[in-house]
Nanobody
C-alpha cells in the first residue's frame, strides 16, 4: 500500500513564506513525476508545480519566481517552498506522485489528503 503524507500548511501573512513537504511511503518500486496542486474556495483544482524524476521542473505562471519545487529521491519526498505569498494563494494544497508499486509494472497517480494554506492580507 502506498501513501502520500503532506505537512507544513498553516496561516501566514501576505509576503510571508511557508514550506510544504510530502513523503511517499509503503511498497514503492519507483516514482516518476511528483507535484503539487491546489484547490481554492469555489474553484477547481489547479496545477501548481511539478518535478520529474530527473528534477526538471514546471510552474504555473501564477507562482513562477515565488515558489520552488524540489525532491529527494533517496527519501521519496517532494517539497514546495512558497515565498512572497499572496491572499490568492489561499487554498488546500495536494501532493501528487506517479508511483509504480513494488512487484508491479504500472504507474498509478497517488494523492495526499491535502493541507490548508491560508494567506491573510
Amino acid at each position: 500500500q502506498v501513501q502520500l503524507l503532506e505537512s507544513g500548511g498553516g496561516l501566514v501573512q501576505a509576503g510571508g513564506s511557508l514550506r510544504l513537504s510530502c513523503a511517499a511511503s509503503g511498497s514503492i518500486g519507483s516514482i516518476n513525476a511528483m507535484g503539487w496542486y491546489r484547490r481554492a474556495p469555489g474553484k477547481q483544482r489547479e496545477l501548481v508545480a511539478t518535478i520529474s524524476s530527473r528534477s526538471n521542473t514546471y510552474y504555473a505562471d501564477s507562482v513562477k519566481g515565488r515558489f520552488t519545487i524540489s525532491r529527494d529521491n533517496a527519501k521519496n519526498t517532494v517539497s514546495l517552498q512558497m515565498n512572497s505569498l499572496k491572499p490568492e494563494d489561499t487554498a488546500v494544497y495536494f501532493c501528487n506522485a506517479d508511483i509504480r508499486p513494488r512487484a508491479t509494472v504500472t504507474y498509478t497517480q497517488y494523492w495526499g489528503q491535502g493541507t490548508q494554506v491560508t494567506v491573510s492580507s
